[in-house]
């Protein structure tokens, strides 16, 4: 086997783990704050029945799909909004990814899934909405919530302001879910569904060079 293959399979397997220790470190957060009283008082963490995983599991694939639909009109068209964001996908997360395997994707998927959701909308939102709750009531409180976890998520997700703007929009969608729904785990199973896609799209697609122009 060449020693350049060999070098960038293990950058590629180094990558995962960095992955995994980072969205496991914001999972290990949200738990932390989660313990000191700050989290959605609605959905304190414990055993979850088996029906409200099947209506999770149901719904988050459904509610999927519009972020999917983005995707599929972000291969096909690439305004002049999105061509940093193209950029990005290029020059850094497919290289970044190219050597990895299904299954790493699937692991580091699930556990962005999940850690980005229990803190970002469990943790963040909940625990502001449940504050806010009492003295602003039902309705601004949630706003409040999603408005700020929302743009936490962006902030985080900084890779260029496009890429930040995104992924703020993307954290308010899945932050309306959790409160149509009632639970976090659809928007984590949606997000996480989402991730391993998208994942497999910059992997397996190619460069598009009209971006360059």
């Not at 963490?45 to 999927?64: D, E, F, S």
């Not at 970044?96 to 963040?124: N, Q, T």
């Not at 991730?195 to 598009?208: E, F, G, N, T």
Request: charged fraction near 10%; charge should be neutral; hydrophobic fraction near 50%.
């Amino acid at each position: 086997m060449p020693d350049s293959f060999e070098s960038q399979s293990r950058s590629g397997l180094s990558l995962i783990w960095v992955g995994l220790l980072v969205e496991g470190g914001v999972m290990a957060l949200g738990l932390l704050l989660g313990w000191l009283g700050f989290y959605d008082r609605q959905q304190p963490l414990g055993p979850v029945p088996w029906q409200t995983w099947t209506y999770a599991v149901r719904w988050g694939l459904i509610l999927v799909l519009p972020m999917l639909m983005y995707l599929v009109l972000f291969h096909f068209w690439t305004p002049g909004f999105f061509r940093p964001m193209r950029r990005v996908i290029d020059l850094q997360l497919r290289p970044m990814f190219c050597d990895s395997s299904y299954l790493e994707l699937l692991v580091l998927s699930i556990m962005a899934g999940i850690g980005e959701e229990l803190f970002f909308r469990w943790c963040l939102q909940g625990g502001i909405t449940s504050v806010l709750e009492p003295t602003l009531g039902s309705t601004v409180s949630i706003a409040a919530g999603i408005t700020i976890a929302s743009l936490a998520f962006g902030v985080c997700h900084w890779v260029n302001k496009t890429y930040a703007i995104t992924s703020a929009i993307v954290g308010a969608y899945l932050g309306v879910t959790m409160v149509w729904t009632g639970t976090w785990l659809v928007p984590a199973i949606s997000h996480a569904t989402f991730d391993l896609i998208a994942l497999i799209y910059i992997v397996v697609s190619r460069p598009k060079s009209d971006v360059y122009d």
